[in-house]
T-cell receptor
């Protein structure tokens, strides 16, 4: 069945460091891929998405490219800020799926 | 003008009680969901409704009963609460079953 494997955390970075959170997926067909962010005490917010191979989703300085050949959708940001501290979830929605499948989440802490 | 709103935000109750969580979306979406997030932040789909029709009912105890009076509402009723039911419950909605979901703020349920 469809699944998402996400880099385990927690991840601690200094402000302005480069961020990569790895995400790989297993799915039949051509799923849509998403990154969600959950700030403390809040619900999940869609950060970015990509719906077909080689698409790049981007938002708030974050980027992720849909790589079909490596079944990956890694999240990157060139320079993180303290305000980026949150839990990040990779998710997919397969063709004909009834819901999103989420990874286990990666907690990011950015220190000044 | 909150897109997906759920109430209450916090719910503390004793074992054996019955409680309800309400959810409303004003996005005009056809599909609504209930997810459960455990203490390790893992998200698990519980139920999915499409146009008021139950689509998904994962392996959830039958003490949990969703009710969708109309497309904009999906409530969750829980009978005979147990300690293990303590978690954060998220309501979400999406335009279609395979598109991105929009989440409510969550209801933190604590059973004592």
């Amino acid at each position: 069945g469809d699944s998402v494997t996400q880099m385990e955390g927690p991840v601690t970075l200094s402000e302005e460091a480069f961020l990569t959170i790895n995400c790989t997926y297993t799915a039949t067909g051509y799923p849509s891929l998403f990154w969600y962010v959950q700030y403390p005490g809040e619900g999940l917010q869609l950060l970015l998405k990509a719906t077909k191979a080689d698409d790049k989703g981007s938002n708030k300085g974050f980027e992720a490219t849909y790589r079909k050949e490596t079944t990956s959708f890694h999240l990157e940001k060139g320079s993180v800020q303290v305000s980026d501290s949150a839990v990040y979830f990779c998710a997919l929605s397969g063709a004909g799926a009834n819901n999103l499948f989420f990874g286990t989440g990666t907690r990011l802490t950015v220190i000044p | 003008d909150t897109a997906v709103s759920q109430t209450p935000k916090y719910l503390v109750t004793q074992m054996g009680n019955d409680k309800s969580i309400k959810c409303e979306q004003n996005l005009g979406h056809d599909t609504m969901y209930w997810y459960k997030q455990d203490s390790k932040k893992f998200l698990k789909i519980m139920f999915s409704y499409n146009n008021k029709e139950l689509i998904i009912n994962e392996t959830v105890p039958n003490r949990f009963s969703p009710k969708s009076p109309d497309k904009a509402h999906l409530n969750l009723h829980i009978n005979s609460l147990e300690l293990g039911d303590s978690a954060v419950y998220f309501c979400a909605s999406s335009q279609a079953r395979y598109t991105e979901a929009f989440f409510g703020q969550g209801t933190r349920l604590t059973v004592v």
